[in-house]
């Protein structure tokens, strides 16, 4: 294990991918935790990834080009073999054999989008935290804009912290923010991209050795 100094703080990045309505045959929600140390330090490479990789838009899995994304990737694999407490998770529904709530109507449980967007997140963080321990006694959720209305983004904080069985740690900051400006949002992104390529477009150039370094959920109900 690398030697850092203790956390003060971890941090949570997450972003989605697919529609929580009908738009898409899937849906996709993925994470990176890390605490502010590595934080520090993973910002150094990617600002030098920015600068030797020619990458002057954002880090979209969809806005790459080979070269770059297997550079992103060696950075994410560095940090994971050299022992840094970074982690990645992602949960995906294919919602052919999705039978959980909120996605259609059933009864005593309406069709709402809203609702599924914040079940699937619940169950993403619950996966992630079963696995992996907060290296600090502060957690702070940062989500790449789910929502653009206000009572909705309370909605979700209410949702995620006063959910009486839910198997997650307690958070301090839950909060929304662009990816433009926040590097880890666009990092997360990559990692979705990594999910829907070998669940759902079932590309054949996607590297096992980072899906490995990657912990993966289907969520059916």
């Known amino acids: 294990m690398v030697e850092t100094n203790k956390a003060k703080r971890d941090f949570v990045f997450i972003d989605e991918s697919g529609d929580p309505g009908s738009g898409t045959s899937y849906y996709i929600v993925g994470l990176i935790h890390l605490d502010d140390a590595t934080l520090r330090r993973l910002n150094i490479h990617l600002g ?3 600068y030797f990789g020619s990458v002057k838009k954002e880090l979209k899995s969809t806005r790459l ?4 994304k297997d550079l992103l990737g060696s950075i994410f694999e560095l940090f ?4 840094y407490p ?10 052919a054999r999705y039978r959980g709530v909120y996605l259609k109507e059933k ?6 989008p809203t609702r599924f967007k914040h079940l699937i997140l619940r169950k993403l ?9 907060p290296q600090s006694n502060e957690i702070e959720i940062v989500v790449d804009r789910f929502h653009s209305n206000e009572a909705k983004e309370q909605q979700m904080r209410n949702y995620l912290r006063k959910g009486v069985n839910f198997k997650t740690p307690p958070f301090l900051h839950i ?20 999910v829907k390529e070998k669940y759902f477009t079932k590309s054949k150039k996607i590297s096992n050795k980072t899906l490995s ?3 993966i959920e289907e969520v059916r109900r």
Do not use: C
Not at 80 to 83: I, K
């Open 48 to 50: 030098a990834f920015r």
């Open 65 to 68: 080009n080979k070269v770059q």
């Open 80 to 83: 994971s073999e050299s022992g």
């Open 86 to 95: 970074i982690k990645a998770s992602a949960v995906y529904v294919d919602k």
């Open 107 to 112: 009864l005593s449980f309406p069709k709402s």
């Open 125 to 133: 963080l619950e996966f992630h935290f079963q696995k992996n321990k």
């Open 175 to 194: 909060i929304q923010a662009d990816s433009r400006y926040v590097e880890l949002l666009q990092m997360t992104d990559w990692i979705i991209g990594k």
């Open 213 to 215: 370094y990657i912990s």
